[in-house]
């Protein structure tokens, strides 16, 4: 079972989102490895083919104290919200903390690998206004997952 959507799905779901708050203009971070560099590709193409602009598409690398470098060239190319292709729990945290530090941006859209407790403990109200999607179905077949995985989980 696949239990998320593909990364070509995520990235037209990223730009509905993004489209319906009137968003037009991003610069897209990613994780610098196969889901990082999927869905941000996967993103930038369904948000070109809608009319939007991407900025700039630039991989960080998880693990690092300071994003300072990546946010300057993030902030220089400009954009109406950061995506933030990353993870909650490493990298992705601390661009958003160099980004919010700095003034580069102020508004991110999240997906699903920086949906999490952490969020909301790390940055709390500072990322008022951003958005973000987690995958999910109310469909007959994850009713069926449910029923066979139980209590295993």
């Known amino acids: 079972f696949r239990t ?4 070509a799905r995520q990235g037209v779901v990223m730009t509905e989102v993004l489209m319906e708050e009137g968003i037009n203009e ?4 990613y994780t610098n ?15 070109e083919a809608a009319g939007g602009t991407v900025t700039i598409n ?12 990546e946010v300057g060239a993030l902030a220089s190319a400009g954009g109406d919200r950061l995506v ?7 990298g992705g945290s601390g661009i958003v903390r160099a980004a919010l530090d ?9 997906p699903d690998g ?4 952490k969020l ?3 940055f709390g109200d500072e990322i008022e206004g951003s958005t973000g999607q987690h995958p999910g179905t109310d469909s007959d077949g994850a009713a069926i997952f449910t029923d066979m995985v139980g209590d295993a989980f």
């Open 4 to 7: 998320a959507p593909s990364d």
């Open 84 to 90: 933030v292709a990353g993870y909650v729990d490493q």
């Open 58 to 69: 630039a991989a960080h690398e998880d693990g690092k104290a300071d994003y300072s470098a």
């Open 102 to 110: 700095t003034g580069a941006f102020d508004t991110f859209h999240f």
């Open 114 to 117: 920086m949906i999490g407790a």
């Open 120 to 122: 909301q403990e790390n």
């Open 26 to 29: 991003v610069a897209v971070t």
């Open 33 to 47: 490895n196969d889901y990082g560099k999927g869905l941000a590709d996967a993103f930038q193409a369904a948000f």
